[in-house]
């Protein structure tokens, strides 16, 4: 697992019994990566006993890898109530969000050239969005309000005739909050734009149906939901062709070269059966596990907790935390081996603030003393309680009064 790779600063000194390693990990960072589910460990051990013929060879055993590819596709497939053929598997969330944005912007680049989307996006998506400005595509990048959410109204009169596409993501990886995305599909395909969804943190904790849906493809990873790194899914409506921007074999419907990663798949394919048929079941327990951590947070000095109403998934929470050095709080988090990010996984190594904070007004040093806490199907109510106890050892011992 990622860790911080900080220097340990000057200033008072540690408190040693505090900051010394236990033996296991309190690992409350499920967003950025979660534990195989047993399921999938147990199909992965088959799999490395049974090898691992291409699916695209045309002798027994490649045809029994294209019929575990199918079965897969179709199991996806009748949980999102759409076809087989929609459903693209790719090499996780970061390539269906790339291939989809810059493949529907070149499809349809003789209607418009005009695409929307918002601040608060993962990089994958806003860069994807930058990449476009420099194919001579106009970007609006929709502000938004206080708790990161997009106004539908804005959105509706940001569009005009010359867009073409629309990119919103379902919940936000940072905060947890959930986008009106119904809404904003809806408006979408009323104005006969493409809309397209990073669902990777919805799935599993919404109820995601393409059928009714405005929604034209959506975007899933499989390490957020107990499958390995390395796998996605691409969703595609049919009919939403999509310009080639990888090149090769003619995999995935034209849409993703390269041979498919067999286990990864299956991985996936299981997963995603299995967050369907846990939706209440795991939904209820994060709601306890969460009123339970924040129960607990709401006494730590100079605590903000980042959530304004109920429209927020249970397993993400994001505090902050007045009159605390971001960088001497993740040291010691760290070496107290409590496994937290402060932002997204793909940026908390760098030490630029995060750009969802930063975009919800927060300011550098506020935003660098931010957490995201996420919590999985194996976490544990002693688990929460664990990491509070520490939790309010260390900030405790940095926090300064303001002057
Ligand atoms: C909202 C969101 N979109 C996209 C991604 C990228 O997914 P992947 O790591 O599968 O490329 C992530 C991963 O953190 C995410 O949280």
Redesign the pocket.
């Known amino acids: 697992m990622r860790k911080h790779s900080f220097f340990i600063p000057s200033g008072p000194p540690f408190n040693y019994v505090q900051t010394m390693k236990r033996s296991s990990t309190i690992y409350l960072d499920h967003?950025?990566g979660t534990n195989l589910l047993p399921g999938v460990k147990d199909r992965i051990s088959d799999w490395l006993e049974s090898g691992m013929a291409n699916p695209s060879s045309i002798h027994q055993e490649g045809r029994r890898s294209a019929a575990d590819l199918d079965e897969a596709r179709t199991g996806i497939a009748e949980v999102l109530g759409c076809k087989p053929s929609e459903i693209l598997f790719t090499s996780?969330?970061?390539?269906a969000?790339n291939l989809v944005i810059l493949g529907s912007a070149e499809a349809l680049r003789d209607k418009g050239r005009h695409v929307i989307t918002c601040a608060t996006e993962?990089p994958?998506v806003l860069e994807s969005h930058k990449a476009l400005e420099k194919k001579g595509f106009q970007v609006t990048y929709l502000a938004v309000d206080k708790n990161g959410d997009v106004d539908p109204e804005e959105f509706r009169d940001s569009i005009t005739d010359d867009t073409i596409m629309a990119s919103f993501?379902w919940v936000n990886?940072e905060s947890g909050l959930m986008h009106p995305i119904e809404n904003l599909a809806q408006i979408a395909r009323e104005r006969g734009i493409r809309f397209h969804c990073?669902a990777?943190?919805a799935f599993g904790h919404i109820p995601i149906q393409m059928q009714n849906s405005g929604i034209d493809s959506l975007?899933l990873?499989?390490?957020?939901l107990g499958a390995p790194?390395g796998i996605?899914v691409l969703y595609l409506r049919k009919g939403r062709t999509i310009s080639r921007t990888s090149f090769g074999g003619s995999q995935e419907q034209n849409v993703r070269a390269g041979t498919p990663n067999h286990i990864g798949a299956i991985s996936i394919a299981k997963a995603i059966k299995y967050h369907a048929a846990h939706l209440d079941v795991n939904t209820k327990k994060y709601v306890e596990l969460l009123t339970h951590l924040q129960g607990q947070l709401k006494a730590l000095p100079g605590i903000q907790i980042n959530r304004d109403g109920h429209q927020y998934t249970p397993n993400i929470l994001s505090c902050s935390f007045r009159q605390v050095d971001g960088e001497a709080l993740f040291i010691r988090l760290d070496m107290s081996n409590i496994a937290v990010s402060n932002g997204?996984?793909?940026s908390s190594g760098s030490q630029a603030p995060s750009h969802v904070l930063t975009a919800l007004g927060f300011d550098e040093n506020l935003a660098q003393a931010s957490l995201r806490i996420s919590m999985g199907i194996d976490t544990t109510k002693h688990e929460i309680d664990d990491f509070c106890r520490e939790l309010e050892q260390i900030v405790t011992s940095i926090y300064r009064e303001p002057k």
Do not use: L, P, W
């Open positions: 967003a950025s996780g969330a970061t390539e969000n993962h994958s993501m990886n990073d990777v943190q975007a990873s499989g390490h957020k790194a996605g997204a996984a793909c």
